[in-house]
Structures are given as structure tokens and as C-alpha cells.
């Protein structure tokens, strides 16, 4: 279970967002999580005596109603300890995109969900060592496919257009994937298989789950391969 930081942090990351993403002022090319750092760092800088009162005041200023204003809630109340708690879990976990190259990556996308999900495709994906704070990248990339996978599976009846094979090594080089649980158990009913050992950077339960299914998976995909 995640602490009382690490989910406060979130819902301030989801404010940011939302403030960033709705902003009708904000051009298209700059809606991305560069953005959202930089709004984070500047309006966590002040020279009062909170720093972060140039961000709340921000929030402040939405109207009600506003998405972004209801997830900064406890952000705009928070002070002393707590507040530079929340803040610097936030700003640990988004110190990637303070890298002018990840900006640069994350500011356009030539990589298409429904592409490498519905046609012959091939995506190579290199990772850094491990520990490396930029393979957070990686995840986030596994999310969003996996995300693509409901949509386009219902589009397609209840599967994927073309059975979809995701081979790999040094899975423990990647921070936590959350969905690959899910991939392992329910990811062969969407012709979608994981083919690897199981990464270390799951916990027991997650690897015992996904043995169970590992080895259906396995027949599974041998049974279709060419």
C-alpha cells in the first residue's frame, strides 16, 4: 500500500496534470510531463515564507469545479513538514524530466498504440542499467500499450486484430510495471502474451500469480506461432 506521501504526491501529480492538460492557453505541443515539472519547480520556488505559495495560489485561482482544483485540495491546505514532504516525493519522482533529451522524447509520440497492436509490427525497446531513473520511461510506455489493449480488443470483438508478443530480458533493470500482473493473467484471453523470466521486481503474491499463468501463456503462443 502506497504511504500517505507517495498518494498525496499523486494527487497533486493529477492536479498539475489536469491543470496543464485543460489550460485552453497552453499550445497542444506543450502538454506533456516536462510541462507539468516545470510548473511544479517554478511554483514551488517562492521567496516568501512558503515557498509553494505561488503553485496553491494558482490552484487558487481555478474555478469551482475545476478538476485540477478538487485533486489539489490537500496540497492548497497542507504546510510545515507535511507540505515539504508531499512536495519532495513529487519532485524525486519527475527529476527525469528535468533532462532536456526525455523533454524533447515525451514533447511528440511517433510511436501509434493501435499500429503495434493491430498490423505487423516490431518495436525494440533498450533500456538503461538498472537503477537508472530513466527506465521509468519504459513502464510508462508498457502502461499505455496495455492501456490500448481494452480498446482495441473490444473494437475487435474481444481480442486483438493479430496475436501480439511481448519478448524480453533484464525485466529487473524496469521499476515496477503494475499492469504486467494483469498481462500475464488476462493477457492470453486478449491474444496479448509476455514471454520472459519472472522480474524480481515483483512481489511473491505477483509472482505466484503469474506463474499460474505463465506456463498457459507459453502453450499458447507456441500453439500459434508460424
Request: a neutral charge; proline letters at 6%; hydrophobic letters at 40%.
Amino acid at each position: 500500500k502506497a504511504s500517505h506521501w507517495t498518494e498525496s504526491a499523486r494527487s497533486l501529480l493529477a492536479a498539475t496534470i489536469l491543470l496543464v492538460v485543460l489550460d485552453e492557453g497552453c499550445p497542444r505541443g506543450c502538454k506533456h510531463l516536462a510541462t507539468v515539472y516545470h510548473i511544479m519547480c517554478l511554483g514551488t520556488e517562492g521567496a516568501g515564507e512558503d515557498p509553494c505559495e505561488p503553485l496553491k495560489g494558482l490552484f487558487r485561482s481555478l474555478p469551482q469545479g475545476h478538476p485540477a482544483r478538487s485533486r489539489a485540495s490537500q496540497f492548497i491546505s497542507s504546510g510545515g513538514n507535511e507540505l515539504r514532504s508531499i512536495v519532495s516525493t513529487l519532485k524525486v519522482n519527475l527529476r527525469i524530466y528535468a533532462s532536456a533529451p526525455i523533454a524533447r522524447m515525451v514533447s511528440g509520440d511517433d510511436i501509434d498504440p493501435s499500429r503495434i497492436l493491430s498490423e505487423k509490427t516490431a518495436l525494440f525497446l533498450h533500456v538503461m542499467d538498472e537503477g537508472s531513473p530513466y527506465n521509468a520511461i519504459a513502464a510508462v510506455l508498457f502502461e499505455q500499450l496495455y492501456a490500448a489493449v481494452y480498446s482495441i480488443a473490444d473494437a475487435a470483438g474481444g481480442k486483438l486484430p493479430r496475436p501480439v508478443s511481448i519478448l524480453g530480458d533484464e525485466w529487473g533493470n524496469l521499476p515496477k510495471v503494475e499492469c504486467l500482473p494483469s498481462l500475464l493473467s488476462l493477457g492470453r484471453s486478449y491474444d496479448l502474451f509476455w514471454m520472459g523470466r519472472s522480474p524480481e521486481h515483483l512481489s511473491a503474491e505477483q509472482v505466484r500469480r503469474a506463474r499460474r499463468t505463465e506456463e498457459g501463456s507459453w502453450q499458447t503462443a507456441a500453439s500459434r506461432s508460424p
